[in-house]
């Protein structure tokens, strides 16, 4: 089982990359690249986990898409880190902002993927 988890962690880190990349290249004065990486890991895990708990999905499947890659699409640290150096650069309205952006839109985003 651990090996699902690799496989989708795996794959769920390269594309966490990728669109954080492709991101960079559309804006540069927020972090748009990890929140919308955040807001999707968030919204798929909700309908995951949905599926997980109403036995409508296989652990094996859980490993993979869940733990796995959902758990390295999205990126604490990396909101972290973003956010620290908002902060140095005295960006503190764009710091505010990715916050609580963040937080309140990723909850609202797990909360509809597991009623859908």
């Given amino acids: 089982m651990i090996w699902l988890i690799g496989l ?6 390269a594309s966490r990359y990728l669109i954080a990349e492709w991101m960079k290249h559309k804006t540069r004065a927020f972090p748009a690249g990890t929140w919308i990486v955040n807001i999707a890991g968030s ?3 909700g309908m995951l986990a949905d ?3 109403a036995n ?3 652990d ?3 490993l993979l898409l869940g733990a796995g890659f959902c758990g390295s699409f999205t990126t604490f640290s990396t909101f972290g880190h973003e956010t620290v150096t908002l902060l140095q650069s005295d960006q503190y309205k764009t710091a505010g902002l990715y916050v609580v952006a ?6 609202a985003a797990a909360t509809v993927g ?3």
């Fill in 8 to 13: 989708g962690g795996s794959l769920g880190a």
């Fill in 102 to 107: 963040s937080i309140a839109v990723g909850l």
């Fill in 114 to 116: 597991f009623w859908i």
């Fill in 56 to 58: 409508d999905m296989n």
């Fill in 51 to 53: 599926f997980h708990l």
């Fill in 43 to 45: 919204f798929l895990l």
């Fill in 60 to 62: 094996a499947l859980w």
